[in-house]
């Protein structure tokens, strides 16, 4: 980056937490002034609903019955009395203007504190040359039946790709499809389908050193999401074929199994594996949480992450690169799949107290967020579930979890939508510091 071009982003920087703290102050002046000493019972009663919240929902999982329904009452009762005594006190505004407005100090701290793009964007490397003989195979039920919506079968062949089209009323060997294809000559592999299927896939891809083609024909296509390919439009992704670029990304490995997204222990698994989930989700959910969270289901679990060794959680969840921890929504996305680790995001929850310990967010003692190279989960069971990029299988205990660094060169669009900056933790002492006149740009990692 050029002098110049530094110079004017850290200044930009410098004023947008200058921004971001005046703000804060307004959000607090509001509060303050039409407020005055009641403030900080508002405060207080804002936290205290938060936690109330936490704690209810917690006990609408935990039990059964009456007490099940009461919880879900005070859940939804709880924030309503709160907005019913601002309202009656004559201080509803000023609780929406002052919250409104600590809001956006947030989100304008987030932009001051944003990590540069070279951070947190993936690598592109040239593509050597076009594939002659490429393989593509296509769940014509995934996604609610995208690959026929889209045209998916007719866009490939018109670029030279060969297609396999699976039978959805029947259990097809993906992996044995794609080496038989390999065998034949195939130079790319391509999957339009489930996370699940794009892993199958990229596994015979990755050890034969071929490029990998996602499609988003998926339900959800988390894996998509995260290279930054369009989910609205799968057939844009057929792009590659012609003008396309490589991304070097990781593999995740549990067991013998791999994965790009992520593999599952505890209660997610255990409910997964269960023969009623199928045809009904919630039922089952809720049918078996109760025993999965006092631990009278379920295997007892002990996680060794690198140096690190965490006792008994209820759920984990280990993932080929970690989350986002700028906050608990970007627990869903990982802006890079070529850090070489595995995250790790552990789960503790024994009782309504520790539920409304979820009110100190990151602070939380029973969330516990690692990366590692090598992750070990053990049982007092001699195999558990697990759930391996939303498929439940059994596995035998000690289960090991690794990273196969750069193993996939997955060819997507030169032309897509990317990903969004990853959300920052708004440090406040930080900030204050890029706000200070003459300070050095000191701007986190993603």
Request: with cysteine.
């Amino acid at each position: 980056m050029p002098a110049s071009e530094s110079r004017r982003n850290s200044s930009s920087r410098a004023w947008l937490a200058r921004l971001s703290l005046l703000i804060a102050a307004a959000s607090v002046t509001v509060l303050v002034v039409f407020a005055g000493r009641r403030s900080v019972a508002m405060l207080a009663v804002g936290l205290a609903s938060a936690a109330v919240s936490l704690a209810a929902a917690f006990w609408f999982l935990a039990g059964r019955g009456v007490r099940r329904w009461l919880a879900l009452a005070l859940l939804v009762a709880s924030p309503v009395a709160v907005i019913v005594v601002f309202a009656f006190a004559g201080l509803l505004w000023v609780a929406l203007v002052s919250a409104g407005a600590w809001l956006l100090a947030g989100t304008v701290a987030g932009a001051a504190l944003a990590p540069d793009s070279a951070v947190w964007v993936m690598a592109e490397f040239p593509v050597p040359s076009r594939a002659a003989h490429p393989f593509l195979i296509m769940n014509p039920l995934s996604g609610g039946g995208k690959v026929a919506k889209f045209g998916l079968k007719e866009k490939a062949e018109r670029l030279g790709a060969e297609v396999f089209l699976m039978d959805g009323h029947e259990l097809v060997d993906v992996r044995a499809v794609a080496r038989a294809a390999v065998a034949r000559g195939a130079d790319l592999l391509g999957v339009a389908g489930g996370d699940g299927t794009q892993a199958l896939v990229a596994e015979v891809a990755a050890d034969n050193g071929l490029p990998f083609l996602v499609i988003s024909a998926g339900t959800r296509n988390h894996f998509a999401l995260d290279l930054g390919l369009d989910r609205d439009d799968p057939a844009a992704c057929l792009d590659a074929l012609a003008n396309g670029v490589d991304l070097h990304v990781d593999l995740g490995v549990v067991g013998a199994k791999t994965f790009v997204n992520n593999a599952s222990f505890g209660a997610y698994a255990e409910v997964v594996q269960s023969p009623a989930y199928r045809d009904d989700k919630l039922g089952s959910t809720l049918d078996m949480m109760p025993d999965l969270l006092s631990h009278h289901r379920g295997a007892s679990l002990e996680v060794r992450a690198g140096d690190v060794s965490l006792e008994d959680p209820q759920a984990v969840l280990v993932s080929n690169n970690p989350y986002e921890t700028g906050d608990i929504a970007g627990l869903g996305r990982r802006c890079r799949l070529d850090t070489g680790s595995l995250g790790v995001v552990s789960v503790s929850v024994a009782n309504a107290r520790q539920a409304a310990g979820l009110v100190r967010g990151s602070h939380w003692a029973g969330l516990r967020v690692l990366s590692a190279h090598d992750v070990v989960i053990d049982a007092d069971e001699p195999e558990i579930p697990v759930g391996v990029d939303g498929e439940a299988v059994l596995m035998p205990t000690p289960v090991r979890c690794m990273i196969r660094p750069a193993a996939l060169r997955v060819r997507v669009p030169r032309d897509r939508p990317g990903i969004r900056p990853p959300k920052v933790r708004v440090d406040w002492a930080q900030l204050r510091q890029l706000a200070a006149p003459g300070s050095r740009e000191v701007i986190p990692a993603a």
